[in-house]
């Protein structure tokens, strides 16, 4: 039935703590009618991969996705023909070789360059010194927009995110959000018109405002995924002292704590589709233009999937599972950039921030509709008198 009796959790309980309220309405069906979101909800994880899988019943081409109405039509809100071009015309430098062998060695020395920059400190806020920089300095490298100040571009990024989030909240565009555009896609047009690097090279496929368009989400993308999922992979690990141990003994279950973080708590927490025809799905009436929402957080905490699935354990087996990065056509086109990245940022923190711990009172847990990450991660540390700001 459409329209349940049970108005189900508000956006602001899914955007505080929403895995209590997904966990009850998975146990009442993978499929339920959301009035505050005004469209249906998937909340298990066979159901959100028959979803994403189906562009051709569940597209994200339609005049109400909200990525497309703030910065245009791109890989992220095209499906078909018209999708398959915008993506090939950026995948080169975000495919694995690219990734692990042009870029590997740069963000090494770039994630211990922003350690070292505050080792001495003895203490920091994680996501502002180091999530939120890394991120941003890594997409712009791998875009070929190195002369951009990172600190404009972040305040860019802040802002068109805020205004994405409006819009999935009923809200308008304002006029910050328009000037924020405005001046992203100056920075990205005097880029192509330099005539090298990867923007150059889309521009030679694609027309300026898909070039704009398709850059500003990988962007997005890039700066969402990375900054949300080193900042949370540090909060859980920092936040379990006991593992935090094990990982110090063997470096190599880094890898494990990425991929737990990124199921445990998705940086983008809820992605769109909307309905081409008719279609009943999981006992669920789904009308044409209806629309479906997946939510990846739900999927990825599915306890017959995932066991004890609300607790962070880095040695969960199946922790690959997780549909963080989506699957389907839209599957994340930086999803090897962002797990480098955050094996990376974790791997300087524990060589050069001896002693690391968490301060409980600077870090605040994960929180947001659709994009959730911790709002702070506090950490405190010993100080040597000579503070390595090199690899180790």
């Given at each position: 039935?459409?329209?349940?009796?049970?108005?189900?959790?508000?956006?602001?309980?899914?955007?505080?703590?929403?895995?209590?309220?997904?966990?009850?309405?998975?146990?009442?069906?993978?499929?339920?009618?959301?009035?505050?979101?005004?469209?249906?909800?998937v909340?298990?994880?066979?159901?959100?991969?028959?979803?994403?899988?189906?562009?051709?019943?569940f597209?994200?081409?339609?005049?109400?996705?909200?990525?497309?109405?703030?910065?245009?039509?791109?890989?992220?809100?095209t499906?078909?023909?018209?999708?398959?071009?915008?993506?090939?015309?950026?995948?080169?430098?975000?495919?694995?070789?690219?990734?692990?062998?042009?870029?590997?060695?740069?963000?090494?020395?770039?994630?211990?360059?922003?350690?070292?920059?505050?080792a001495?400190?003895?203490?920091?806020?994680?996501?502002?010194?180091?999530?939120?920089?890394?991120?941003?300095?890594?997409?712009?490298?791998?875009?070929?927009?190195?002369?951009?100040?990172?600190?404009?571009v972040?305040?860019?990024?802040?802002?068109?995110?805020?205004?994405?989030?409006?819009?999935?909240?009923?809200?308008?565009?304002?006029?910050?959000?328009?000037?924020?555009?405005?001046g992203?896609r100056?920075?990205?047009?005097?880029?192509?018109?330099?005539?090298?690097?990867?923007?150059?090279?889309?521009?030679?496929?694609?027309?300026?405002?898909?070039?704009?368009?398709?850059?500003?989400?990988?962007?997005?993308?890039?700066?969402?995924t990375?900054?949300?999922?080193?900042?949370?992979?540090?909060?859980?690990?920092?936040?379990?002292?006991?593992?935090?141990?094990?990982?110090?003994?063997?470096r190599?279950?880094?890898?494990?704590?990425?991929?737990?973080?990124?199921?445990?708590?998705?940086?983008?927490?809820?992605?769109d589709?909307?309905?081409?025809?008719?279609?009943?799905?999981a006992?669920?009436?789904?009308?044409?233009?209806?629309?479906?929402?997946?939510?990846?957080?739900?999927?990825?905490?599915?306890?017959?999937?995932?066991?004890?699935?609300?607790?962070?354990?880095l040695?969960?087996?199946?922790?690959?599972?997780?549909?963080?990065?989506?699957?389907?056509?839209?599957?994340?086109l930086?999803?090897?950039?962002?797990?480098?990245?955050?094996?990376?940022?974790?791997?300087?923190?524990?060589?050069?921030?001896?002693?690391?711990?968490?301060?409980?009172?600077?870090?605040?847990?994960?929180?947001?509709?659709?994009?959730?990450?911790?709002?702070?991660?506090?950490?405190?540390?010993?100080?040597?008198?000579?503070?390595?700001?090199?690899?180790?």
């Amino acid at each position: 039935m459409k329209h349940a009796a049970d108005p189900g959790p508000s956006l602001a309980d899914l955007e505080a703590d929403p895995h209590p309220h997904l966990a009850r309405l998975r146990a009442s069906g993978p499929v339920a009618w959301l009035p505050a979101l005004g469209g249906w909800l998937v909340t298990d994880r066979a159901t959100a991969l028959e979803v994403m899988r189906d562009d051709t019943t569940f597209t994200v081409d339609d005049p109400r996705f909200s990525t497309a109405q703030v910065v245009g039509r791109s890989m992220l809100s095209t499906d078909g023909g018209e999708h398959d071009l915008h993506r090939s015309a950026f995948s080169k430098p975000f495919r694995a070789n690219a990734v692990r062998e042009e870029l590997g060695p740069w963000l090494r020395e770039e994630a211990r360059r922003i350690v070292g920059s505050f080792a001495g400190n003895g203490s920091a806020e994680l996501r502002s010194a180091l999530a939120a920089p890394l991120a941003v300095s890594t997409v712009l490298h791998t875009l070929g927009l190195g002369s951009a100040h990172p600190d404009q571009v972040l305040g860019w990024y802040r802002t068109i995110g805020a205004a994405i989030e409006g819009v999935n909240a009923g809200r308008a565009i304002d006029d910050e959000a328009v000037a924020a555009v405005a001046g992203l896609r100056a920075r990205i047009d005097e880029t192509v018109a330099g005539g090298a690097g990867p923007l150059a090279e889309a521009a030679g496929l694609l027309d300026a405002d898909a070039v704009f368009a398709n850059a500003a989400v990988i962007m997005f993308g890039a700066i969402e995924t990375s900054e949300g999922t080193t900042a949370g992979a540090l909060f859980h690990l920092l936040s379990s002292p006991e593992q935090l141990s094990e990982v110090l003994a063997d470096r190599s279950l880094v890898a494990d704590v990425v991929e737990e973080a990124l199921r445990i708590e998705p940086a983008a927490s809820l992605v769109d589709r909307y309905a081409t025809h008719d279609v009943e799905i999981a006992g669920a009436s789904i009308r044409r233009g209806d629309l479906v929402t997946v939510s990846l957080a739900g999927a990825n905490r599915d306890p017959s999937v995932f066991d004890d699935p609300d607790r962070f354990d880095l040695h969960r087996a199946n922790a690959r599972q997780h549909l963080t990065f989506v699957q389907g056509p839209h599957v994340c086109l930086g999803m090897h950039l962002a797990r480098l990245e955050t094996r990376e940022a974790i791997d300087a923190v524990l060589d050069l921030l001896p002693g690391i711990r968490l301060d409980p009172e600077r870090t605040t847990p994960p929180r947001g509709l659709v994009f959730r990450k911790p709002v702070s991660v506090g950490a405190t540390w010993a100080v040597s008198h000579q503070v390595p700001t090199g690899d180790v």
